[in-house]
């Protein structure tokens, strides 16, 4: 004879699923009514782009209904163990008392997202609740506003009825439930299939945990937010500080180092505006991120002779820095902070996380200033969400490997160097006004695939990747001539990061850091060399100076040509270091810290020997990137605030 449970065990399951069910029904709801709102400012929501958008949601609705669901499956499978009327019937119970109290939370955010979205054009976040020690400004702003009254009376009448359709539905189900059910057996199957799915739920995805770039496949920024679940948003917004010192010591000293006297309190503590005679010339500007390319491969190398010689011919006709050095030892660190002025953030990736943020930057700027705005990159724009963050922060056009042939495409990383730059070349003739464009080469990184055509010099595969990226800026430069622009156009060449190439200091990899800058003006012959230390993040203010053009600078940049930066830092993951022109302090976030001498190749830790310099050094890199942190949880990071 079958050993039977108890009916209402069995029904257990059955409440949890039709509670999943109704939420996503929630979720569903209102996202079709945002979209509904906005699709008559947004032409690009097409019918076939709406059927996309909500098939791009289901993972980031289930995502939560998952997460939702883990505490009544466990109460499930201990009442199955258990095979008790008794426990049955007070463990379903409790699962329906947990709904009460977290389903209407779940509406009620569901509902403030549409006219937060609709008026940030954001998902929500956890900026939303700036507002709740303020509880009467909070519910001023909700009840003077129509739709935010309105959705504030929809939210109220959703949870009231939401509530007793659990109430109801629970003591149907309790009445029904004192016959014997499903046997053990099965219920037991039913259990085991029941947490596959929520597993599955919960991680979004097979081949990697869900994340924001999931959802998007448009090149409209707008587009691509409305498939992400808010509640999805709002929990991966609270994002871990940086906790390096208190804040307002880290904005007081940042503004010391920085020398930042005059602000603009309402944009941030740290925002100035910037002068500057304006001319009626509007140069081009291109921007070539070239994929680590350590400094320590020019001339003099002390890696290998002959790996760069067109950046050592460039740099001997160009403004070349000597002392440049990357925020980060990553591409997105290197594209972040290049054109937004921003460090690398500890446990944060700006292009990635949730929420995007706008920032100001070189594409703020000169679209501000009627350029057109355009970045090429050889690969899948979905890569460190190009294709979310970039057209979100101010670049009109996107070419990626989608655009390209084909038959170009060698490898992971899409097509080569010389093919990324002849297109680059014949979509920047089309451009019937001045433009802005960042090409982002990728043919020097490892799987290092190289176009048979190209004659290999080296025996170390690596190093041919490297000479063929070089001779492919030559080519560029070459089909670049040919182009009326030319004249009118400065070219920059930096890295998004160097490489552990040469010997590295005490352990320290610098030369993953220390990257060429030149800048290259072919209207101008007046070559320079610049000793003096520049970092990433200094690019947009000292090319805001080149051009002449007045600016905002909401960032951690500052321009060479109106600063001399004594020292500087950068990020390695796990530690941060700063540097000056003798020492290297070196911060381990485990909580170690060392200070090597620059000049010594040895390992001894001078810490404690040389306490003055090492807490400078700290200073100044702890109290730029706290800064950078704070600006970017609280959403300072634009100017039109």
Not at 599 to 628: G, P, R, V, W
Request: charged share 15%.
């Amino acid at each position: 004879m079958y050993k039977f449970t108890y009916r209402i065990t069995t029904l257990h399951i059955l409440f949890i699923v039709l509670v999943g069910v109704y939420t996503l029904l929630i979720f569903f709801a209102t996202r079709l009514c945002l979209i509904q709102l906005i699709k008559a400012s947004e032409q690009a929501l097409t019918p076939a782009t709406i059927n996309r958008v909500l098939w791009y949601s289901l993972p980031f609705d289930f995502f939560i209904v998952a997460y939702l669901s883990v505490f009544p499956v466990l109460l499930f499978l201990f009442s199955v163990w258990r095979d008790s009327e008794k426990t049955s019937l007070l463990l379903f119970k409790i699962t329906k008392w947990f709904y009460v109290f977290t389903l209407p939370v779940v509406l009620v955010l569901s509902i403030a997202d549409i006219p937060y979205f609709l008026f940030f054009k954001n998902k929500l976040t956890e900026s939303a609740f700036q507002w709740v020690n303020n509880p009467a400004i909070l519910m001023e702003m909700l009840t003077s506003n129509t739709l935010h009254a309105m959705a504030l009376a929809i939210a109220c009448v959703a949870c009231l009825v939401t509530i007793i359709l659990i109430i109801k539905t629970a003591n149907q189900f309790i009445k029904i439930g004192n016959h014997k059910g499903y046997s053990k057996a099965i219920n037991t199957v039913i259990s085991f299939v029941l947490v596959v799915i929520i597993f599955i739920g919960m991680r979004g995805r097979m081949d990697h945990p869900l994340r924001e770039g999931d959802a998007f496949f448009s090149d409209n920024a707008v587009v691509n937010q409305l498939a992400l679940n808010p509640i999805f948003t709002l929990i991966k917004s609270f994002e871990a500080k940086a906790g390096l010192m208190p804040e307002n010591e880290a904005l007081e000293l940042t503004k010391q180092f920085l020398n930042i006297n005059s602000v603009i309190d309402s944009i941030s503590p740290i925002a100035q505006y910037i002068e500057a005679e304006k001319t009626n010339t509007k140069p081009n500007v291109i921007l070539v991120l070239m994929e680590s390319m350590s400094a320590a491969y020019m001339e003099p190398s002390d890696v290998a002779d002959g790996l760069t010689p067109v950046l050592d011919s460039l740099s001997k006709i160009s403004i070349t820095h000597t002392n440049m050095y990357s925020a980060g030892i990553h591409t997105n660190n290197g594209v972040f902070s290049t054109l937004y002025g921003f460090p690398a953030l500890k446990r944060i990736r700006p292009m990635s996380t949730v929420p995007l943020r706008k920032y100001s930057g070189i594409p703020y700027t000169l679209k501000q200033n009627g350029y057109e705005t355009l970045f090429f990159t050889s690969h899948d724009k979905s890569f460190d969400n190009l294709g979310a963050f970039l057209p979100y922060n101010s670049f009109d056009k996107i070419i990626s490997q989608n655009d390209y042939d084909p038959t170009a495409i060698v490898g992971p990383f899409g097509v080569p160097d010389r093919y990324l730059f002849s297109y680059a070349v014949n979509e920047l003739s089309k451009s019937t006004k001045p433009f802005f464009a960042t090409i982002l080469t990728s043919s020097n990184h490892d799987p290092y695939i190289i176009p048979e055509t190209f004659k290999k010099k080296f025996a170390d595969k690596s190093f041919n990747a490297v000479h063929y990226a070089d001779w492919s800026i030559g080519e560029f430069l070459q089909l670049c001539k040919v182009q009326p622009w030319y004249k009118n156009t400065i070219f920059l060449f930096i890295a998004d990061h160097g490489l552990n190439v040469g010997e590295p200091i005490s352990g320290f990899a610098l030369n993953y850091h220390h990257i060429p800058f030149i800048l290259f003006n072919p209207a101008k012959n007046e070559p320079m060399v610049v000793n003096d230390f520049v970092q990433q993040v200094d690019v947009y203010p000292y090319l805001m100076n080149v051009l002449q053009i007045p600016y905002y600078n909401n960032t951690l940049g500052v321009s060479p040509l109106l600063h001399t930066r004594r020292m500087i830092y950068f990020s390695a993951d796990d530690k941060l270091a700063a540097m000056n022109s003798e020492w290297l302090y070196v911060y381990y976030y485990s909580g170690n810290e060392y200070l090597y001498k620059r000049n010594e190749k040895n390992s001894k830790n001078y810490i404690h020997e040389f306490k003055d310099i090492a807490d400078l050094l700290k200073k100044y890199a702890f109290a730029q990137t706290q800064t950078a942190d704070w600006l970017y949880r609280t959403n300072k990071t634009k100017v039109n605030q």
